[in-house]
């Protein structure tokens, strides 16, 4: 009776929340996409083996003869083998499978632009060989939408983490190392990234910012920054 | 030799613990020293070294499993008891092995 309009009226609430900056589950791009699509598909798993479980605690407790037909040794086997093993390895396997698609082994599209991102405690800074040895950025990452970006990570001391939540998984930033991420932004704009790895005290406020540019004005762009002219 | 059956109990998850930590350690060196881009035949140099240490560890597995069915000695109950349960700890450890090691097989190395 009175539920409906409270559902109404909560739901958008509560799928609010999913949005935002730093929201994986408002992906910009088909990698975070994939990852997204991972932790919906985990939810919706969750959702239904948790109500398998409830309903058969009611039906014990409503109709006692339920399940007498298999012994407890069965129901061991079939609650504690049969089920979570299938699920786990149709799990791992669709895990492992998204995990290929996001370091792009199963991919023919062409890089569109390659950029290296340098972690130091607490700061982020970014070159750009495609376009020049000495081109940098620091705070702001520029790439070009609608491509996939190629991104080499390391960290300058410490193991810190690159994380874009709306773009892309996130990779670790090892000390001499270097680790590598795919990354697409399907339109133009600005989006939040952070250290997603605990790396002393500065750590939360080592924040970034990626702009995605059109692809026929990213070049210019980046120019327009080295050049020192404010780019419009 | 008659081997304790809580020692059997063990034996099947340490060689598991232990086949996990050889195969990351022998999969991140070769990907330091560029095993993954020596080929023999179809498959790399890499490849092949993993998937000689599964089938290794698979063997070891499989001939402990096969010798605690052997076990002659039932002279009581606990013993045979704890004999059947490292038995099963043994099946256990075998299929943990296939499933959890299997990406080695597919997925990218480096």
């Known amino acids: 009776m009175f539920h409906r309009p409270i559902l109404a009226s909560v739901a958008p609430l509560i799928l609010a929340s999913c949005s935002g900056d730093l929201s994986a589950l408002d992906p910009a791009g088909p990698y975070a996409g994939a990852i997204a699509d991972l932790w919906w598909i985990m939810l919706a798993g969750a959702m239904a083996i948790l109500t398998l479980v409830i309903v058969l605690f009611g039906l014990v407790l409503f109709r ?10 069965g129901w061991m086997i079939a609650g504690g083998l049969f089920l979570p093993v299938p699920v786990l390895i149709a799990l791992m396997t669709y895990g492992m499978a998204q995990g290929e698609y996001l370091i792009g082994a199963w991919q023919n599209e062409p890089v569109m632009a390659r950029v290296e991102a340098r972690g130091a405690m607490w700061r982020w800074d970014f070159r750009y060989p495609d376009i020049g040895a000495d081109m940098s950025t620091t705070e702001t990452l520029h790439i070009p939408a609608g491509g996939v970006v190629e991104v080499r990570v390391t960290s300058a001391d410490v193991v810190h983490s690159f994380w874009i939540p709306r773009l892309a998984g996130k990779i670790d930033a090892v000390p001499g190392h270097e680790t590598v991420l795919r990354i697409k932004a399907d339109v133009p704009g600005r989006y939040a990234g952070i250290c997603a790895e605990y790396c002393g005290a500065g750590h939360a406020g080592m924040r970034f910012t990626v702009e995605a540019h059109a692809p026929e004005t990213y070049r210019q762009k980046l120019n327009a ?3 020192e002219v404010p780019a419009s | 030799m008659r ?3 809580f020692i059997q109990i063990l034996t099947g998850f340490i ?3 232990a086949a996990f930590l050889l195969l990351y350690a022998t999969q991140a060196t070769g990907c330091h020293l560029g095993w993954h881009e020596l080929d023999i035949g179809p498959v790399s140099v890499l490849r092949l070294l993993l998937t000689t240490i599964f089938v290794l560890v698979l063997a070891l597995l499989g001939g402990l499993f096969w010798s605690a069915r052997q076990v002659k000695d039932r002279s009581a109950d606990t013993s045979e008891t704890l004999t059947q349960i490292a038995t099963t700890v043994h099946i256990a450890a075998i299929v943990s092995t296939l499933i959890t090691f299997s990406g080695l097989f597919w997925l990218t190395l480096c």
């Open chain 2, 3 to 5: 081997v304790s059956p």
């Open chain 1, 64 to 73: 006692p003869d339920f399940g007498r037909s298999l012994s407890a040794k």
């Open chain 1, 225 to 227: 920054l080295t050049a």
């Open chain 2, 15 to 17: 060689i598991w613990s």
